[in-house]
């Protein structure tokens, strides 16, 4: 608390008012050839040019027995507004992995791409060949908005260029202003077909409104994240976000958007005024209003978000704290304009369309399983060897799902052929519920890991299925995500199954969402090993294979009591079994 009893800020928005729009030291910091690390103030401002200082966890012990620093390098987090990019992009990127990082390309759930393991020598360079590329990092990570979702493949393709057009534009129009990006990685120069902002040095004198004129000094109190969806597809899981557009269509023409707003997934353990919240849907506007209307949000939250609690600081408490009818009251204030009252629609799946799928224009598109976004070759495939090959030839663009599986857009009907050649090899036969299942990178390389994800699910998925074989359920889908800490980064409170890490082979596991990703689900067991894991999936599975196989599993296990419909997030840590 401060003298006048107002409780302190957050040190991190010091931080961002003292760092001169988010210069910092970082460049004194990449140049000091001493350590590998950067300093703390400098590890929370490079978040906002999109990378993290992380360090080997399955080194740590070793290196601190040799009395080594820890093996630092860094991750670098791509902005790839809904996901797409051309074969040129990808192949640089495929090149940046090998030369400068851990030989693999890692899609996120939120249709970007990270590089790890990227050491502080190489950083500039590597963020450099990025912007080379036309793609860039800027605002993927930091209290800012993120990168952008939008449906990768939609049923109704008819409407996807206009509904990316829009996703882009609001993209663009809240990436920060700052010049601090091309000063840092750039040299101050900005690539003539670049989508950054215009480069402006550093004015000491210049208001914060004339640099940064959406975010002012001090940004946003926390991350910020929005996605669009064009139904019935929920791939993007809209109302796990800050901020949520939903595609209305009429006769194949996108009439506007249903606005969603106050979603969120991370929670702390322990701590019950942490939780998941799902998004409202607030109101309806039309396509030119989008962007007027995600400035509007965006601002509320900047002025009205809490600095003083960064555990509280995210747009859904914001909501949650003061309503949505206030909200509505901010965005009309704010947007000249009222929001019109929302439109029905219709979501029925947050899993992705595999296979090939014809677009209105005649093209293709073929959808591929990539086992937790890691695109890597090793024993079990060759994949990114398949991907490389695919781009070098130009048949495809490329969109990443927002369950880290790859999209191979726009594919000529001649070109079909020779895209099911090249990967072949690499897309064997998976089940259903493996085609939902979804895992957060975990260790070795986040810091706040405190169990395996990535690593691990593809095992569990494996003993999974064979219970689902042992009751004759193979063929029921059942959407299963896993995060190593409850952070959420694979949004698991939507799932019909989480698995939430506690410890080293301990997990908190959840029940009870919807196949489309529009319902939270509740705690079920706490702290259990694999076999208790199994044990419980066995003894629901066998009760499960006798009710209608039209009934979802998120809907059985409420329907049999296991766990209940949850209302309102801060019923999903209840543990009522
Ligand atoms: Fe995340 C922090 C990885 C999507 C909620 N997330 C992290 C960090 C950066 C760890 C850190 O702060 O040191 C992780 C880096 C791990 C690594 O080694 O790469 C990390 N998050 C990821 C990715 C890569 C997971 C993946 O397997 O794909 C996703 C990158 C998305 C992107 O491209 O931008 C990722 N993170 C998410 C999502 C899902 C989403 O946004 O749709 C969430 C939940 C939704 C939400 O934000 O509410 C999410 N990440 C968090 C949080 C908790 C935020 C909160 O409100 O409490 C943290 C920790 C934090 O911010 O303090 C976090
Ligand atoms: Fe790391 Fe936790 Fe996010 Fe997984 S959920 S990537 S363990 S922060």
Known sequence: MSNNNQPDLEKVEYLKIESNYLRGSIVEGLNDPITGAISEDDTQLTKFHGTYMQDDRDLRKERQKQKLEPLYSFMIRARVPGGRCTPAQWLALDDLADRHANESIRLTTRQAFQLHGVIKRDL???????NDSLLDTLAACGDVNRNIMCSANPEISAVHAQVFDDSVAISEHLLPQTGAYHEIWLDGKKLPDSTLP??????????PEEVEPIYGKTYLPRKFKIAVVIPPSNDVDVQAHDLGFIAIVENDELIGYNVTCGGGMGTTHG????????????????PDQVVAVAEAVVKTQRDHGCRTNRKHARF??????????????QLTQRQGFELQEAKPFELTSHGDRFGWQQNHDGTWNRTLFISNGRVINNEHTQIRSALKAIAEAELADYIISPNQNLVLAGVSDANKQKVDDIIAQNQPAISPTRELAMACVALPTCTLAMAEAERYLPDLIGEIEKLQAKHNIAE???SIRMTGCPNGCARPFVA??????KAL????????????????NQLYKEHITESEILAHIDSLLSEYAQVDAAIPFGDFVIQQGHVQSVAHGRQVHELIA
């Open 505 to 520: 082979g301990r997990y908190n596991m959840y029940l009870g969402g919807l196949p489309n990703g529009t319902r939270l």
């Open 124 to 130: 500039k360079a590597t963020i450099a060949a990025i």
């Open 271 to 286: 701590d019950l005024d942490t939780f998941p919240l799902l998004a409202h849907v607030v109101g309806f506007c039309t």
């Open 476 to 478: 029921r889908p059942i």
């Open 496 to 501: 019909e199954m989480a698995f939430v890490g």
């Open 316 to 329: 859904k408490y914001t909501v949650d704290d003061h309503g949505v009818d206030w909200l509505r009251e």
């Open 198 to 207: 215009d480069y402006k040095p550093f004015d000491p004198d210049a208001s």
